[in-house]
Each structure stands twice: as C-alpha cells, then as structure tokens.
C-alpha cells in the first residue's frame, strides 16, 4: 500500500476592501522568478462603484484609481488592475 501526502500550500492574496464586486478572479503570474496567485480587478468597476458611491465623476475616479490603487505595491500579493474597454489613453 503506498500512502499518498498531499502538500498544500497556503494562498495568499489581498484585497481591496469595498471593491469585491470588481474582482474579475485569480490569476497566476510571474512576481521575482516564482509563479504566485493575485486577484484580477476590473478596474472600469472600480470606477463605476466610485462614481455611483463616493460620488466622483469619470475623470475624479480615473485619477483616484491611478493615484491611489495603480501606484501602490502591496508587496509580491499586489493584485493587477485590467482596463478591459478603456480607450483613455488612446
């Protein structure tokens, strides 16, 4: 009989609170030569929840995202913004 072990490892992410119903999902990436897992957000969500809860226009909440998300590093864990349909800087 052979006895099988399985190793799990502990994922770690973080997230951004009051944004969850932005989060696209996970995604493996490559951070310092070694595959992690971060959260994907949509960051057009981001900016449609800022505008509708904090009452920011477009041009307000795209400059509170880039300023205050986008250019912060949480360490390796950092999750990555996606601007799926964003032609701002076209």
Same mark, same amino acid.
């Given at each position: !009989?052979?006895?099988?072990?399985?190793?799990?490892?502990?994922?770690? !992410? %973080?997230? /951004?609170?009051? /944004?969850?119903?932005?989060?696209?999902?996970?995604?493996?990436?490559?951070?310092?030569?070694?595959?992690?897992?971060?959260?994907? /957000?949509?960051?057009?969500?981001?900016?449609? %929840?800022? %505008?509708?809860?904090?009452? !920011?226009?477009?041009?307000?909440?795209?400059?509170?995202?880039?300023?205050? %998300?986008?250019? +912060?590093?949480? +360490?390796?864990?950092?999750?990555?913004?996606?601007?799926?349909?964003?032609? /701002?800087?076209?």
């Amino acid at each position: !009989m052979k006895n099988v072990f399985r190793h799990t490892k502990e994922i770690t !992410m %973080i997230k /951004y609170d009051g /944004y969850d119903e932005a989060i696209i999902g996970p995604a493996f990436i490559w951070r310092d030569q070694t595959q992690i897992q971060v959260l994907v /957000y949509d960051a057009e969500e981001i900016r449609n %929840i800022l %505008i509708k809860r904090d009452g !920011m226009d477009a041009d307000e909440a795209r400059e509170f995202i880039e300023f205050n %998300i986008e250019s +912060g590093y949480l +360490g390796e864990y950092t999750p990555v913004l996606v601007w799926k349909n964003d032609l /701002y800087d076209v």
